[in-house]
T-cell receptor
Framework: AQTVTQSQPEMSVQEAETVTLSCTYD???????LFWYKQPPSRQMILVIR??????QNATENRFSVNFQKAAKSFSLKISDSQLGDAAMYFC?????????????FGAGTILRVKS | GAVVSQHPSRVICKSGTSVKIECRSL??????MFWYRQFPKQSLMLMAT?????????EQGVEKDKFLINHASLTLSTLTVTSAHPEDSSFYIC????????????FGDGTRLSIL
């Protein structure tokens, strides 16, 4: 079974600075998706960024980018120019691309605090 | 973008009451729906996966008779917490996906259930 590990329970960053959240995963599959979700205090789940395993290029979405290392099974999220609104819990997630109806496997989450 | 509507957003009721939570996909056909439970500052725990017209598949440790899931149409799934007790108090989130292994998964805004 696949597992996702987020080793940082909490992280802090100064406003306008850059922070990197770590994520590693374990799988024997070659075709899959990786995601970062943001959950602010409202508890709404917001998709931040998505990476397809067959794509070597790292995904980027404005201030958010990932460092996808397939061989190392690592998928870190970099947030540049951090803003107060970035404060939230961040979840890394894995999903197989091989099976229909397959489920998301979530990491334990990282609480990000942004200091003004 | 695709929207998943979840109602109610907040429920407070007495012990022994049965509570129904609805999850609707508003602009796409949700072939598969997922129900999660989340405790404060913890990750999402998958309770069950349901495919339209089929019985739900429950994760290990989830009581089928306690958490009844119905997915009778391509736009509606319901979770009924039967004879709820204080230990059932939690945040419940639904999620829905359309047809195909590469379709995205969309989340509802969650339901905060409090059993007195």
């Amino acid at each position: 079974a696949q597992t996702v590990t987020q080793s940082q329970p909490e992280m802090s960053v100064q406003e306008a600075e850059t922070v990197t959240l770590s994520c590693t995963y374990d799988t024997s599959e070659s075709d899959y998706y990786l995601f970062w979700y943001k959950q602010p205090p409202s508890r709404q789940m917001i998709l931040v960024i998505r990476q397809e395993a067959y794509k070597q290029q790292n995904a980027t979405e404005n201030r958010f980018s990932v460092n996808f290392q397939k061989a190392a099974k690592s998928f870190s999220l970099k947030i540049s120019d951090s803003q107060l609104g970035d404060a939230a819990m961040y979840f890394c997630a894995y999903r197989s691309a091989l099976l229909y109806g397959n489920k998301l496997v979530f990491g334990a989450g990282t609480i990000l605090r942004v200091k003004s | 973008g695709a929207v998943v509507s979840q109602h109610p957003s907040r429920v407070i009721c007495k012990s022994g009451t049965s509570v129904k939570i609805e999850c609707r996909s508003l602009d796409f056909q949700a072939t598969t729906m997922f129900w999660y439970r989340q405790f404060p500052k913890q990750s999402l725990m998958l309770m069950a996966t349901s495919n339209e017209g089929s019985k739900a598949t429950y994760e290990q440790g989830v009581e089928k008779d306690k958490f009844l899931i119905n997915h009778a149409s391509l736009t509606l799934s319901t979770l009924t917490v039967t004879s709820a007790h204080p230990e059932d108090s939690s945040f419940y989130i639904c999620s829905a996906r359309g047809t195909g292994p590469r379709t995205p998964q969309h989340f509802g805004d969650g339901t905060r259930l409090s059993i007195l």
